[in-house]
């Protein structure tokens, strides 16, 4: 009868994960999400659900987003902006005072743009270690974890990281390491290296990609960019010399929160009014869900070129289960690959597709991918043979519309296995029968 | 005062400097002849992509009372698979068409079935680490630890940085994986990152000192000033009618395929490669030795000129290793008044390596010719294999006296330190000779 409760109480929490509160709401209480792609990691506290009687954990296939990374702008631009205003004699007392503090800070981030961060190699340590600690029976002696990372250095050095927080936690088997362009439609299907991404984007019509910027637009219309500036800039004209009012506001925005990936001890949230925070945040996005999420520009395909991705996931599983020597794949790749893999998997909380642009923070949050963001497939294995998967994601249970064979978490292995193809099967129609 | 003492040493340098004067001590003869090494070393056709030979001779003993403390590296990324994948297409293309038109001999069936082999894993995965390159780095990491276990000991920090190439931060990985592993108290830190590219490639775009007409693509790759005098030089040298004629029953099928003399050189170049690919696949045997002989001595040639003391670049190719000599000699200093650092490993490229051991004058890579036929007997690029690396290995002392021993490739080298016999040098002595070397690198660059 507990069991049922429960089963019953975490289907309903799982069913309406944003059901508690608004995204508006969430940033308010939780800055850190205002930073959409930029927000931190947070490990789960609880102890994951236990399997079912007799089911007991044997592989794991993890595909994960780099850890936090310094901000991917050339930090030099807004110090030539703040020198520039400071010669002319544009700034005001502010404007002077966060002048004097990005002088200062500049040096630890120069040619740093991009660059994994201690709080970056902490994040992936963490997960390798609390995978080694919840799932110790996956990586038994004789075994090997296959690891593969994207070509970028961060993702690299994530691996290493991730590798590290193996090795810390007692892990003294094979490994096996790669990268290469070879990977890239599986690791960063959002590039050109995917065949299926160059399909879509070429498909994609100019009036669609037009009414996809226009609603983008609208929304960065409602921000006021001008009254942001006119407490760094004295002179309103004189700003406009330097560029797009809000693309500055936005250089600020993302050095603001970008900056607590860094561990440095430097804080420009302060410039920021908590509604203009979140403004920002919903910009970037309408962006990310119009281009990467569930959304209607592209006809429901911006998700579709992850199918490469998810065949590969359930390629190696095959090949992994019938060999039996695989403890756990990785792969480490970028937060857009991710975005699209959850809309493939149809996963609850990624598939809302909204009405308006205005809608889409309640029904798709970028943060939910943050950094270190993580899709772990956790396989069990009884004594007869059956075989259970649980997803999760960034270390919490995630459903599907799949019926479950357990404690509404558990999938059956063949269940899951079917839905999957079905949907990579459905991503490759879609972008076919593009333009829709 | 100054200014006119500045300008006199520029017009000295300038008039009286001449190339041989930057190698003083050099030793005219430091390798056996060409002709007893080819030979002796059927390896050696490999050039820059042999393997490493991990069977390394044991060091001359440290004096009584010094123990080994710190070690710092410069080393090249693993085995990799060829930097272009239009090779391999080309190959396949071209092998496709013969064996499709019946117009293979018995010895290019052969051929072609071998290559398939290799196309099956390198089809594109050009420039790519091979598994064999992460397995060559996690060796090396066991080979330090067993060949330096007491600088391990305890819980110490190797700080490894990378750049940002992935198979150089690929093999640093799997370095540190092993190492980490084997000898898990280690603090190991990681990087890759724009901010260090300035000293390990000190011709990269990142070093503020480079010149916009010698940045990396630049000289290097196909831009060089060596390009078109090797090009023209592959062209009287290589005998592709013959070559093609023992894959071909009619040599003139290639030709549909591109310039016979560029498709020999992409099989001469898969031959050497393919060891970083497969220990079972060898292309060696289609090569006539004399014929490969004269075609490792172009590419030998080229090394020579882009990253060793050949003409081509006057001086300036290998005089930008001097950032990174002074970040070695730096880092070493603070490391050592630290104590915390038990490595430090730089994982780079194979130009930049010899850049450095010039810089350094190290014998075998220090003699100047103009003459081309003694280049081979000077400079040998199959000294540079997969994973090559320069160690220096820090002793010390109760009476916290530091020495220093440098090996290349884990075979220890000599420095022509005046009054010093080796191969332990005084770090005093060691780090006043860098200080000179790196000196007379910035003239070089002023000149």
Redesign the interface.
């Known amino acids: 009868m507990r069991t049922a409760l429960l089963t019953v109480f975490t289907a309903l929490c799982l069913s309406f994960p944003l059901s508690a509160q608004t995204a508006r709401e969430e940033i308010a209480a939780d800055r850190n999400k205002a930073g959409g792609i930029y927000c931190l990691y947070a490990a789960p506290k609880d102890a994951p659900v236990p399997a079912p009687k007799g089911f007991k954990p044997f592989y794991i296939s993890y595909f994960g987003r780099h850890g936090a990374r310094h901000n991917l702008a050339d930090p030099a631009v807004l110090l030539n902006w703040l020198d520039q205003a400071a010669a002319a004699g544009k700034l005001t007392p502010l404007g002077e005072e966060v002048r004097s503090r990005y002088t200062a800070l500049y040096p630890q981030l120069?040619?740093?743009?991009g660059?994994?961060t201690a709080v970056g190699t902490a994040q992936l340590e963490g997960i390798a270690g609390r995978m080694m600690g919840q799932y110790a029976r996956v990586f038994q002696k004789g075994r090997t974890v296959r690891a593969v990372?994207s070509?970028a250095?961060r993702c690299?050095?994530s691996?290493?990281?991730f590798?590290?927080g193996l090795?810390?936690s007692g892990w003294?088997g094979g490994?096996?390491?790669?990268?290469?362009?070879?990977w890239m439609r599986t690791v960063a299907p959002h590039r050109k290296t995917n065949e299926l991404y160059v399909q879509q984007r070429g498909r994609i019509r100019t009036e669609d990609r037009a009414a996809c910027e226009a609603d983008v637009q609208r929304l960065r219309d409602e921000i006021d960019a001008q009254a942001f500036l006119s407490r760094l800039f004295s002179d309103r004209e004189w700003v406009r010399s330097l560029g797009d009012p809000h693309a500055i506001m936005n250089e600020f925005y993302s050095l603001a929160v970008s900056l607590p990936c860094t561990g440095l001890p430097a804080d420009f949230y302060d410039l920021f009014t908590p509604e203009e925070l979140y403004r920002e945040w919903a910009v970037e996005n309408l962006r990310y869900y119009g281009y990467f999420g569930p959304s209607k520009y592209f006809g429901g395909t911006s998700w579709a070129i992850a199918a490469p991705a998810l065949e590969k996931i359930i390629s190696d599983a095959d090949e992994d289960l019938r060999t039996g020597t695989t403890a756990a794949r990785l792969r480490f790749g970028h937060d857009l690959g991710l975005m699209c893999l959850y809309s493939l998997l149809d996963l609850e909380g990624w598939r809302t597709v909204a009405a308006d642009p205005h809608e889409v923070a309640d029904a798709w949050r970028s943060y939910r991918v943050p950094m270190a963001g993580n899709l772990q497939w956790i396989f069990y294995r009884n004594d007869a043979g059956d075989i259970l998967v649980r997803l999760r994601v960034n270390e919490q249970d995630a459903t599907l519309p799949v019926e479950p064979a357990a404690k509404g978490i558990f999938y059956r292995w063949e269940d899951l296995r079917a839905h999957c193809l079905a949907r990579c099967a459905e991503a490759r129609k879609r972008i076919e029968r593009m333009p829709l | 005062m100054k200014k006119m003492t500045l300008l006199l040493l520029a017009v000295f340098s300038a008039v009286f400097l001449r190339a041989q004067d930057f190698f003083p001590g050099a030793d005219p003869q430091p390798y056996p002849p060409f002709a007893d090494s080819w030979k002796a070393d059927p390896m050696m056709v490999t050039g820059n992509y042999r393997m490493y030979r991990m069977d390394t001779p044991a060091p001359t003993p440290a004096p009584a009372g010094f123990k080994p403390f710190y070690i710092s590296t410069y080393g090249r990324h693993g085995a990799r698979f060829f930097g272009r994948n239009d090779l391999y297409d080309t190959l396949a293309r071209l092998f496709d068409a013969g064996a499709q038109n019946d117009a293979l001999t018995a010895d290019g069936q052969e051929f072609y079935r071998r290559f398939q082999e290799v196309y099956a894993l390198a089809?594109?995965?050009g420039?790519?680490?091979t598994?064999r390159g992460?397995a060559q780095q996690q060796e090396l990491a066991r080979k330090m630890l067993r060949d330096y276990p007491a600088v391990f000991r305890g819980r110490k920090v190797v700080d490894a940085r990378s750049t940002?190439v992935?198979r150089c931060?690929?093999s640093?990985?799997?370095f540190?994986?092993a190492l980490?592993?084997a000898a898990?108290s280690l603090e190991?830190r990681?990087?890759?990152?724009?901010?260090d590219?300035y000293y390990l490639k000190p011709n990269s775009k990142?070093n503020p000192k480079v010149r916009p007409d010698e940045v990396d693509s630049k000289m290097d790759v196909g831009e060089g000033r060596w390009l078109e005098p090797w090009q023209e030089m592959w062209r009287q040298t290589a005998r592709p009618q013959a070559f093609f004629a023992r894959l071909f029953k009619d040599p003139s099928f290639v030709k549909a395929f591109g310039d016979p003399v560029h498709l020999e050189r992409e099989c001469f170049y898969l031959m050497a490669d393919t060891p970083c690919v497969s220990a079972e696949i060898d292309f060696r045997e289609f090569f006539d030795s004399d014929e490969a002989a004269r075609l490792w001595e172009l590419e030998n040639w080229r090394f020579y000129q882009v990253s060793g003391p050949g003409r081509t670049y006057q001086d300036r190719n290998w005089a930008y290793a001097e950032v990174l000599l002074d970040q070695i000699v730096r880092s070493a200093g603070e490391d050592m008044a630290d104590g915390r650092t038990a490595a430090r490993l730089r994982f780079g490229h194979d130009y930049m390596l010899v850049n450095l051991l010039t810089l350094l004058n190290l014998d075998g890579w220090n003699v100047v010719t103009e003459d081309f036929g003694r280049i081979k007997e000077v400079f040998r690029f199959s000294e540079l294999p997969m994973a090559t690396n320069l160690k220096l290995i820090f002793y010390r002392n109760r009476a916290g006296e530091v020495l220093v021993r440098a090996a290349l490739n884990d075979r220890e080298v000599r420095l022509h330190i005046d009054g010093a016999e080796g191969p332990y040098y005084r770090w005093e002595d060691f780090e006043a000779f860098c200080r000179r070397r790196i000196m007379l690198a910035r003239q070089i660059l002023e000149r």
């Open positions: 120069k040619l740093r743009e660059d994994l990372s070509t250095p690299l050095l691996m290493a990281a590798l590290h090795r810390s003294k490994i096996s390491l790669d990268t290469g362009n070879a | 089809r594109g995965r420039g790519d680490l598994q992460v940002t992935p931060i690929l640093m990985t799997a540190c994986d980490g592993t898990p190991i990681q990087d890759a990152s724009a901010a590219m990142y």
